[in-house]
């Protein structure tokens, strides 16, 4: 996910088409492994300057930026660095799409043939291949570190992974036949809010605005916390316009605006006098959502998830937060 100075330009949505490919991925994961003994991997984060958690990745030997996107639900890497990375296209033989559509359009599958993550190795991993445009380029700093690619929800719940919003750091487990949790978990002066997953891999947390009952998605990969605006709207909460706008894989801009909400609860925790953007979330959340019972107000995200302590444990399906 790329922004324009500091608020998000929010790009992946994947559809109901992607779920099938997402189901067989976490039903038969292909691991490999580094160093048989490890049944848990720690790995540092760097945060970029547009607020993404990246990770050192190798791809088929070659090194890589990937930022873990909570809000992703499956793998991505840039499309102009699919030849570099040496990716091939999907085959009949590996079962699967050739193609999945993202926000009304199509993008093409490929496969890594070796996918290594510290210590773990991940073969012949399906990815998507998406074009991050040059808003990412654009919103970097001079000689900051380009994005290659994202780490979403199809290896996140198969290593179930503990992610560290505050700490930048990312736990993996291994051994998928290993039992018990992550050790040294600290989990004192943390309130655990659990999270629904859609059978589209995106994460939820029940909350509220202004005392209305609202949903969150889970999104470490947008920069702030975003609300819809049709949600804004009818809660007749004031909100004033920016120079900022955002942008989506296969959608056009749209403008941003910010609103002061009184009161936003996530779980048991509540946030008082908390700045939000608003945008049209229309095409990046999907199946009726918005207009749910309750709606899906919004993006839980990066900078929300920093401040409070975040950490999403993926194998138990619980966010904490201070």
């Not at 699967?96 to 490929?110: D, E, M, S, T």
């Not at 991050?132 to 179930?160: M, N, Y």
């Not at 004192?188 to 997953?197: F, N, S, T």
Request: glycine share 8%.
């Amino acid at each position: 996910m790329t922004i324009s100075n500091h608020f998000v330009r929010k790009f992946l949505a994947i559809s109901a088409a992607v779920a099938a490919l997402l189901l067989e991925l976490a039903a038969a994961p292909r691991f490999a492994y580094a160093r048989a003994t490890t049944q848990f991997e720690a790995l540092p984060l760097a945060r970029s300057v547009q607020n993404h958690l990246l990770v050192r990745a190798f791809i088929n030997g070659k090194a890589a930026w990937l930022t873990v996107d909570s809000g992703a639900p499956v793998s991505a890497i840039a499309l102009n660095r699919s030849q570099y990375f040496r990716l091939k296209p999907a085959t009949a033989e590996s079962k699967l799409p050739a193609r999945v559509q993202i926000n009304g359009a199509f993008n093409k599958v490929a496969i890594a043939r070796e996918l290594r993550i510290g210590g773990l190795t991940l073969v012949d991993e399906p990815v998507v291949t998406i074009d991050l445009g040059g808003s990412v380029r654009a919103a970097r700093r001079p000689h900051e570190q380009e994005i290659d690619g994202i780490i979403g929800a199809d290896i996140l719940f198969p290593t179930k992974a503990v992610l560290d919003c505050e700490r930048q750091l990312l736990i993996l487990k291994t051994d998928p036949d290993v039992l018990g949790s992550v050790p040294g978990f600290d989990r004192r002066g943390l309130r655990a809010v659990p999270i629904q997953v859609s059978d589209g891999f995106n994460l939820y947390v029940n909350g509220s605005v202004n005392g209305k009952p609202a949903r969150l998605m889970v999104d470490t990969g947008s920069f702030t916390t975003l609300l819809h605006h049709s949600f804004i709207r009818r809660m007749r909460i004031a909100t004033r316009e920016t120079q900022y706008s955002s942008s989506a894989v296969n959608l056009k801009d749209r403008g941003v605006r910010v609103a002061r909400i009184r009161k936003l609860s996530v779980g048991s925790v509540d946030i008082i006098g908390k700045e939000v953007g608003v945008i049209d979330l229309e095409g990046l959340i999907h199946d009726g959502l918005l207009d749910g019972s309750p709606p899906v107000a919004g993006l839980l995200g990066a900078e929300t998830l920093r401040r409070h302590h975040g950490i999403i444990d993926f194998g138990t399906r619980t966010l904490y937060l201070r």
